[in-house]
């Protein structure tokens, strides 16, 4: 079996840790909705919702980790104090880049677990 190309890794990051998120709402009956933003050329790939609104956001990266500015702004245009973390599958430890935070992925699923349940 050979390795996945580059482009690929990230689909599979991507869809892999969407499915983890889906598991862990169902597990553990958090009554969350996700969904993902698309304005223009940017995107988000996952806003997680409860029923009073978006409570954070998550940005999935298999290689870099870094975000093109445009999206962080139309982003927080749209979605005004709403968390944007980025979830890498590379980085060991957390760190910040401005007041967005970059997370490896198991320390994500963890925010999403502590996440409010309503």
């Not at 996700?34 to 919702?49: K, P």
């Not at 980790?65 to 980085?91: C, Y």
Request: glycine share 6%; charged share 25%.
């Amino acid at each position: 079996m050979t390795p996945p190309l580059t482009g690929e890794q990230g689909f599979l990051f991507e869809n892999w840790f969407i499915a983890e998120l889906i598991r862990l709402r169902d597990y553990y009956n958090k009554e969350h909705q996700f969904s993902f933003w698309r304005y223009r050329n940017n995107e988000i790939d996952v806003i997680v919702s409860d029923g009073k609104g978006p409570i954070f956001s998550m940005e999935c990266k298999a290689g870099r980790t870094d975000i093109r500015p445009s999206t962080i702004s139309a982003f927080k245009d749209r979605f005004s104090g709403v968390p944007l973390i980025i979830v890498s599958l590379k980085d060991k430890m957390a760190r910040k880049a401005g007041d967005i935070e970059i997370l490896p992925w198991k320390q994500a699923l963890e925010v999403y677990l502590s996440s409010r349940n309503h």
